[in-house]
């Protein structure tokens, strides 16, 4: 079969972003919004929107810097493999955290399941398959500066970790497996202990997942309304007033999203058109621009608004069916950190 013509894919998509929409405005006027998780690290300081040159890359926000080094053969962690570490936060937590890290799930679908991206899942599938290699093989380091105690200066803190150390999936479309070949509910994934422990710890920061859907084509207003979520809740939690940021300088909004274009007027351009999609599925946003788009001023406020304490995701449960071994057939992806052994997490 041929490839649908690009004009029918990218119609296609609007519709699927304009339904996204309008499901998260109702979800979250009939208190249905359904709560994730986005670690704290990578809201701070966010992926590269597109395909970095090489395998390096670092983005500071005030004293905080993310150094990431990718894999000479997969590359750097780009675009929409973002949502990769928002799944993996609000999947841990939808496991009950796990103490051995590891989180069990019924199958690979069901991840794209998570963001709506299940329209064909043989080519979705592949790219989900891209993103976890290019997730798994980066490594990124964390430096931060405290404020002083002493008279010494700040106390610098330097951490490094991946996301994952094991990972096991079976890429093949559940549709194609046989219902009594236990292919169900093989698949794990363990969380690196450095990363498990900092979402234990409270390096996370509550987003609604129907805005994470909504938003999901449009990295720069996905990160743009994580941080403005944790902005918010920030400022509501310590009760404090409004506060405003600039857009332009070091230090300013522009350089912690990370956006490359070099003309001011364009960068206001995009900016008030990802605030304008922020705006339209998260109704009632506390936020907004100057009319000179120079400034974004924060106040306080929730992105998600529900009791819901434990996150929910398809595939995912706090007591998942018994272990058993797995079917044979079908692409396996199997990724071991070089200082696991092969049965760990199984």
């Not at 004293?63 to 949502?83: A, H, N, V």
């Amino acid at each position: 079969m041929s490839e649908p013509p690009a004009d029918d894919e990218l119609t296609a998509r609007r519709r699927s972003r304009d339904e996204a929409g309008l499901q998260t405005v109702e979800a979250r006027a009939g208190g249905e919004q359904h709560l994730g998780y986005a670690a704290r690290d990578f809201v701070m300081c966010g992926l590269p929107f597109k395909r970095p040159h090489g395998q390096n890359y670092r983005r500071r926000n005030g004293e905080m810097l993310l150094e990431i080094i990718g894999s000479e053969k997969y590359g750097l962690p780009y675009g929409q493999d973002r949502l990769i570490p928002i799944w993996l936060a609000t999947a841990f937590f939808a496991a009950g955290k796990p103490t051995d890290g590891v989180i069990r799930f019924r199958c690979a679908k069901d991840i794209l399941r998570a963001f709506g991206l299940c329209l064909d899942g043989g080519v979705h599938l592949k790219r989900l398959r891209e993103r976890m290699l290019r997730v798994f093989y980066s490594t990124f380091f964390v430096t931060k500066a405290a404020a002083p105690s002493t008279s010494d200066g700040p106390t610098i803190t330097s951490v490094s970790y991946r996301l994952m150390k094991l990972v096991r999936m079976n890429l093949c479309d559940e549709s194609r497996r046989h219902a009594n070949q236990y292919s169900l509910w093989q698949d794990s994934i363990k969380l690196d202990p450095t990363f498990a422990d900092e979402l234990r710890a409270g390096g996370r920061v509550p987003i609604d997942l129907e805005t994470v859907r909504a938003l999901k084509e449009c990295s720069p207003a996905l990160d743009l309304y994580v941080w403005q979520a944790w902005r918010s809740r920030r400022l509501e939690r310590d009760h404090k007033g409004p506060t405003s940021i600039p857009v332009f300088g070091e230090g300013g909004l522009m350089a912690q999203l990370g956006s490359e274009a070099s003309s001011q007027k364009k960068i206001k351009s995009m900016l008030r058109g990802w605030q304008a999609e922020i705006q339209r599925v998260w109704q009632g946003c506390p936020n907004y621009l100057d009319h000179t788009c120079e400034r974004l001023f924060i106040h306080p406020g929730n992105a998600i608004a529900t009791e819901q304490r434990i996150p929910t995701l398809p595939g995912v449960s706090t007591s998942p069916p018994p272990a058993r071994e797995a079917a044979a057939g079908g692409e396996q992806l199997v990724l071991v950190r070089d200082d696991v052994d092969s049965d760990d997490g199984s």
